[in-house]
């Protein structure tokens, strides 16, 4: 994998890429997006097993990737029978370090804040919106965190 590092306006290549699963074609979904403090987070969540997936993320220097954090969502899925279907919006890293990081996941009617330290997690209803059908996904994979800016888009 390439970068191209801004400031010193250069071309460099990551040491090391992402481990895959030997059945990577078994991969349902993957998110691969930065923090608001600047890191390359990576998670790949293959089937049959959706449930439990690492977090990964890019080191400062470009060392390679590394496990962050180990997702175990079977307390979710026990809790919420109807958990099949989610997508990842995005990390939510603490303000400090000993503040724990919460992944922000969309599901069929719910959205819920699951904090991958301590794997807790709180959940909060979508409000229905007339002539949606809400047992599905309002949100797909391909989902973008919101920047305000000056340009015009």
């Known amino acids: 994998m390439a970068y191209y590092h801004l400031e010193?306006?250069?071309?460099?290549?990551?040491?090391?890429?992402?481990?895959?699963?030997?059945?990577?074609?078994?991969?349902?979904?993957?998110?691969?997006?930065?923090?608001?403090?600047?890191?390359?987070?990576?998670i790949d969540?293959?089937?049959?097993?959706?449930?439990?997936?690492?977090?990964?993320?890019?080191?400062?220097?470009?060392s390679g990737w590394?496990?962050?954090?180990?997702v175990d969502l079977d307390l979710l899925c026990?809790?919420?029978?109807r958990f099949k279907v989610f997508c990842v919006l995005f990390l939510a890293k603490g303000e400090n370090e000993e503040e724990s990081s919460s992944l922000l996941l969309h599901a069929p009617e719910k959205v819920f804040s699951y904090n991958v330290k301590?794997?807790?997690?709180?959940?909060?209803?979508?409000?229905?919106?007339a002539?949606?059908?809400d047992s599905l996904q309002r949100v797909g994979q391909r989902n973008y965190r919101y920047m305000e800016s000056l340009a015009c888009v």
């Open 118 to 129: 301590s794997n807790t997690f709180k959940s909060f209803d979508l409000t229905p919106q």
């Open 8 to 42: 010193e306006e250069r071309v460099g290549l990551v040491d090391g890429l992402p481990r895959c699963e030997e059945n990577w074609e078994t991969r349902e979904y993957r998110y691969f997006k930065e923090s608001r403090d600047g890191h390359l987070h990576l």
């Open 45 to 62: 969540i293959y089937s049959p097993c959706f449930t439990k997936f690492e977090v990964l993320e890019m080191g400062r220097d470009y």
């Open 131 to 133: 002539g949606v059908d």
């Open 78 to 81: 026990t809790a919420y029978p």
């Open 66 to 70: 590394f496990v962050k954090y180990n």
